[in-house]
């Protein structure tokens, strides 16, 4: 059972409103500063054996905390009893550090202060931290329980599984909590930088732990720093400390929907590609995104595009792997290896062993175990179908109650095979459930088509649109992005685990139909099968996985954790329905024309009904009317020109002009004005237009693009 938890995020956002604090108080830190010079002189004294009556009287008048008891009549007996109880403690101490080891409980229960039958523990272990402040800390019955139900109601302390009231007994349990506490405010740059500009000091020790603690439960601050203000604080400071912040620190901006529908659709399927123009960040993405979750440090120092992982250098601990796809990968062969009849020996590869630590980590730490990444750099770049044919297949078998493919990868058909290093490879192997791939692509001349059977296993998201004005603020800050990932990593593996289920949660069928329960109750099931009505004529509709995929992307986009970001319910089915449904779109104008219009009007908030016995044109004119109040068929400058509104981001419509013209006159003209005949159709889109037309915008606007270039070329693919 765990003794306590702390929530790190929370903490970190804490201990950074205290540095706040600290700047507008320096007194505060500088008397603490002081205390501890001051007991380090006396320290000095007594091991010099120099400890005089006056340095009695000094010690307990000393105001540093609140434990202290304040002592106005020392008499020579009383002196000397203090004197020597100080001796004592020194002299058990210096024992322990020659044995290199602190005092245990049992020993500084042995050195209380006892003085007219009355035990001073908190005066004792007071004694200990100011002498000795990066070895022992402070602890007091009283105002330790306020600390800790502070830390409660903060939520920064989540469990905390200790009686207070015996804390001699517990002081070293009650230090893991205080140690760790240390950990974290060692780590905060923000704090070590206060400290070193105030005093010039710039390492953290117990008593600027307990100063921390007391910070929160001092009367003197309680208007200022009370429990609401500091929650309020805390809640603005995690809403700036989240993936998409840490990937700026990194250099690079990504739209922050499209971080969480990434995050989502790797938990829910755990295999993702990542599409679109060259030099958007794909690549960057997941890498960034597998080294923030990996626990090896050295591997964060190599070259992060490094084609593999080399069998003389490799690394034990790290979880990710990237590959560069050649174009000469005709078989699994570059991948998994194969047997050499030749040398009887298995020709292993970087690949099939990462793949293998991933297997044996599950089977060993179960839920305890890390998620492995594969990143396969341009992957189309030969046939996907070749190369990677053997995980198509297992990832099409689905996978058993524990996460694993349902079908295996066959190795080899022997018996006691091993490789050169004379590690065992086994004849077969199933994928676990935290294993995960992440690919990306560009579409050019020198790249290969995906298969529908390729797109039906994936989440396939797209990198298309550029926002340099984004990008300019984006500036790579080492600091920043180091203690970015300290406090957000823990919190997003955590929660990408998924109970311990990983990408396997496909297979709990208590929670699909949780997923698929929750769709239905908030009527998006009821669109789904609308859309799949609409696309099943035309063999483009999807089955019953997908709805599955689809449902468990939705819950998890809005629930995700604040520091990766949630997406509403529209928005996340709208990510859902351009990631699995769209990509499976490609052929002529005679095939896809009738499909495309008919979601896009699915994808508008007020769609066109009772169409089905309408000429298509007919339909075409009224779903255009919703879009822009043009009643027309649009030709491929209409579309243009409404998909470059769509993509302003400055644009206070979602395509129409800004104007200076007042809003409400603005809406009555295009209600009650027809467009000007004699204009051009470019012309009459700009003077009208619909506020807020479109319900699911990003698929709206994938499904225009293709509109656009099916009626330019006859020709349109989702790529």
Same mark, same amino acid.
């Given at each position: 059972?765990?003794?306590?938890?702390?929530?790190?995020?929370?903490?970190?956002?804490?201990?950074?409103?205290?540095?706040?604090?600290?700047?507008?108080?320096?007194?505060?830190?500088?008397?603490?500063? @002081?205390?501890?010079?001051?007991?380090?002189?006396?320290?000095?004294?007594?091991?010099?054996?120099?400890?005089?009556?006056?340095?009695?009287?000094?010690?307990?008048?000393?105001?540093?905390?609140?434990?202290?008891?304040?002592?106005?009549?020392?008499?020579?007996?009383?002196?000397?009893?203090?004197?020597?109880?100080?001796?004592?403690?020194?002299?058990?101490?210096?024992?322990?550090?020659?044995?290199?080891?602190?005092?245990?409980?049992?020993?500084?229960?042995?050195?209380?202060?006892?003085?007219?039958?009355?035990?001073?523990?908190?005066?004792?272990?007071?004694?200990?931290?100011?002498?000795?402040?990066?070895?022992?800390?402070?602890?007091?019955?009283?105002?330790?329980?306020?600390?800790?139900?502070?830390?409660?109601?903060?939520?920064?302390?989540?469990?905390?599984?200790?009686?207070?009231?015996?804390?001699?007994?517990?002081?070293?349990?009650?230090?893991?909590?205080?140690?760790?506490?240390?950990?974290?405010?060692?780590?905060?740059?923000?704090?070590?930088?206060?400290?070193?500009?105030?005093?010039?000091?710039?390492?953290?020790?117990?008593?600027? *732990?307990?100063?921390?603690?007391?910070?929160?439960?001092?009367?003197?601050?309680?208007?200022?720093?009370?429990?609401?203000?500091?929650?309020?604080?805390?809640?603005?400071?995690?809403?700036?400390?989240?993936?998409?912040?840490?990937?700026?620190?990194?250099?690079?901006?990504?739209?922050?929907?499209?971080?969480?529908?990434?995050?989502?659709?790797?938990?829910?399927?755990?295999?993702?590609?990542?599409?679109?123009?060259?030099?958007?960040?794909?690549?960057?993405?997941?890498?960034?995104?597998?080294?923030?979750?990996?626990?090896?440090?050295?591997?964060?120092?190599?070259?992060?595009?490094?084609?593999?992982?080399?069998?003389?250098?490799?690394?034990?601990?790290?979880?990710?792997?990237?590959?560069?796809?050649?174009?000469?990968?005709?078989?699994?062969?570059?991948? /998994?290896?194969?047997?050499?009849?030749?040398?009887?020996?298995?020709? @292993?590869?970087?690949?099939?062993?990462?793949?293998?630590?991933?297997?044996?980590?599950?089977?060993?730490?179960?839920?305890?175990?890390?998620?492995?990444?594969?990143?396969?750099?341009?992957?189309?770049?030969?046939?996907?179908?070749?190369?990677? @044919?053997?995980? /198509?297949? *297992?990832?099409?078998?689905?996978?058993?109650?524990?996460?694993?493919?349902?079908?295996?990868?066959?190795?080899?058909?022997?018996?006691?095979?091993?490789?050169?290093?004379?590690?065992?490879?086994?004849?077969?192997?199933?994928?676990?459930?935290?294993?995960?791939?992440?690919?990306?692509?560009?579409?050019?001349?020198?790249?290969?088509?995906?298969?529908?059977?390729?797109?039906?296993?994936?989440?396939?998201?797209?990198?298309?649109?550029?926002?340099?004005?984004?990008?300019?603020?984006?500036?790579?800050?080492?600091?920043?992005?180091?203690?970015?990932?300290?406090?957000?990593?823990?919190?997003?593996?955590?929660?990408?685990?998924?109970?311990?289920?990983?990408?396997?949660?496909?297979?709990?069928?208590?929670?699909?139909?949780?997923?698929?329960?929750?769709?239905?109750?908030?009527?998006?099931?009821?669109?789904?099968?609308? /859309?799949?009505?609409?696309?099943?004529?035309?063999?483009?509709?999807?089955?019953?996985?997908?709805?599955?995929?689809?449902?468990?992307?939705?819950?998890?986009?809005?629930?995700?954790?604040?520091?990766?970001?949630?997406?509403?319910?529209?928005?996340?089915?709208?990510?859902?329905?351009?990631?699995?449904?769209?990509?499976?779109?490609?052929?002529?104008?005679?095939?896809?024309?009738?499909?495309?219009?008919?979601?896009?009007?699915?994808?508008?908030?007020?769609? *066109?009904?009772?169409?089905?016995?309408?000429?298509?044109?007919?339909?075409?004119?009224?779903?255009?009317?919703?879009?822009?109040?043009?009643?027309?068929?649009?030709?491929?400058?209409?579309?243009?020109?409404?998909?470059?509104?769509?993509?302003?981001?400055?644009?206070?419509?979602?395509?129409?002009?800004?104007?200076?013209?007042?809003?409400?006159?603005?809406?009555?003209?295009?209600?009650?004005?027809?467009?000007?005949?004699?204009?051009?159709?470019?012309?009459?889109?700009?003077?009208?237009?619909?506020?807020?037309?479109?319900?699911?915008?990003?698929?709206?606007?994938?499904?225009?693009?293709?509109?656009?270039?099916?009626?330019?070329?006859?020709?349109?693919?989702?790529?």
């Amino acid at each position: 059972m765990d003794k306590f938890l702390i929530n790190k995020p929370r903490l970190e956002a804490l201990l950074n409103i205290y540095a706040g604090f600290l700047n507008e108080n320096k007194e505060y830190l500088e008397e603490r500063e @002081s205390n501890l010079k001051f007991f380090k002189d006396i320290l000095e004294k007594i091991k010099m054996n120099q400890l005089i009556k006056g340095n009695i009287k000094e010690i307990f008048n000393k105001k540093r905390l609140y434990t202290t008891p304040q002592y106005l009549k020392l008499n020579n007996e009383l002196n000397n009893k203090l004197v020597q109880w100080l001796n004592n403690i020194v002299e058990r101490v210096n024992k322990a550090e020659k044995e290199n080891r602190r005092l245990s409980d049992g020993e500084i229960k042995g050195i209380v202060l006892k003085l007219k039958d009355k035990k001073y523990k908190a005066v004792t272990t007071e004694i200990l931290c100011v002498f000795y402040p990066h070895h022992y800390w402070i602890q007091n019955e009283k105002k330790y329980k306020e600390m800790i139900d502070k830390l409660k109601s903060l939520k920064v302390l989540e469990l905390f599984n200790f009686q207070i009231k015996n804390y001699v007994e517990n002081y070293e349990h009650i230090g893991e909590l205080q140690q760790e506490i240390l950990n974290i405010m060692q780590n905060n740059n923000n704090l070590l930088n206060t400290y070193n500009e105030l005093i010039g000091r710039k390492e953290i020790n117990f008593y600027d *732990v307990d100063g921390f603690l007391f910070w929160l439960i001092d009367k003197k601050y309680e208007n200022t720093y009370n429990e609401d203000v500091l929650n309020q604080e805390i809640e603005k400071y995690l809403k700036k400390i989240n993936l998409a912040s840490y990937f700026l620190s990194e250099g690079f901006y990504f739209n922050p929907d499209q971080i969480t529908a990434f995050y989502s659709a790797l938990k829910t399927k755990g295999f993702v590609i990542l599409s679109g123009l060259s030099g958007t960040g794909k690549t960057k993405l997941a890498q960034l995104f597998a080294e923030l979750l990996c626990p090896c440090d050295k591997c964060h120092k190599k070259n992060s595009q490094e084609t593999e992982i080399k069998p003389d250098t490799e690394c034990d601990t790290c979880t990710h792997i990237f590959l560069s796809v050649r174009p000469d990968w005709r078989d699994g062969k570059a991948l /998994l290896g194969y047997y050499n009849p030749i040398t009887e020996n298995y020709e @292993s590869t970087p690949f099939l062993k990462f793949i293998l630590r991933a297997k044996n980590d599950y089977q060993k730490n179960k839920e305890n175990a890390n998620p492995y990444f594969i990143i396969l750099d341009e992957m189309n770049l030969s046939h996907v179908e070749y190369y990677f @044919s053997d995980f /198509l297949s *297992v990832l099409e078998s689905g996978r058993d109650e524990n996460g694993w493919t349902k079908e295996s990868i066959k190795l080899h058909s022997l018996e006691n095979v091993k490789d050169l290093r004379e590690n065992e490879i086994p004849s077969e192997i199933k994928l676990p459930p935290n294993l995960y791939i992440i690919g990306t692509v560009n579409i050019d001349e020198t790249t290969y088509m995906f298969s529908p059977k390729v797109l039906d296993r994936a989440f396939t998201l797209e990198f298309r649109e550029i926002d340099f004005d984004k990008y300019a603020f984006s500036k790579i800050d080492e600091d920043g992005s180091n203690r970015t990932a300290k406090e957000i990593s823990q919190t997003i593996l955590q929660d990408f685990k998924n109970n311990g289920n990983f990408c396997g949660a496909i297979a709990d069928k208590t929670e699909v139909e949780e997923a698929i329960e929750n769709l239905k109750n908030n009527g998006k099931l009821t669109e789904l099968i609308k /859309l799949n009505n609409n696309l099943q004529p035309y063999d483009l509709h999807f089955g019953y996985r997908v709805l599955n995929e689809i449902a468990l992307f939705v819950k998890y986009a809005t629930n995700a954790p604040d520091v990766v970001g949630k997406l509403d319910e529209n928005t996340a089915l709208d990510y859902a329905v351009l990631m699995k449904v769209l990509p499976k779109f490609h052929g002529p104008r005679q095939k896809l024309e009738r499909p495309l219009w008919l979601i896009l009007n699915w994808c508008l908030k007020n769609p *066109v009904e009772n169409y089905e016995n309408e000429k298509f044109d007919d339909f075409k004119k009224k779903v255009w009317k919703i879009l822009t109040g043009i009643e027309r068929i649009p030709i491929t400058d209409d579309l243009a020109f409404f998909i470059e509104k769509f993509q302003d981001k400055t644009s206070k419509n979602v395509y129409q002009e800004s104007t200076q013209q007042d809003q409400s006159t603005q809406q009555k003209q295009q209600l009650s004005e027809e467009p000007n005949q004699s204009e051009s159709p470019v012309q009459q889109v700009k003077q009208t237009g619909q506020r807020d037309a479109i319900k699911y915008q990003n698929a709206a606007k994938k499904i225009l693009l293709m509109l656009r270039q099916l009626y330019e070329t006859g020709f349109a693919s989702f790529a």
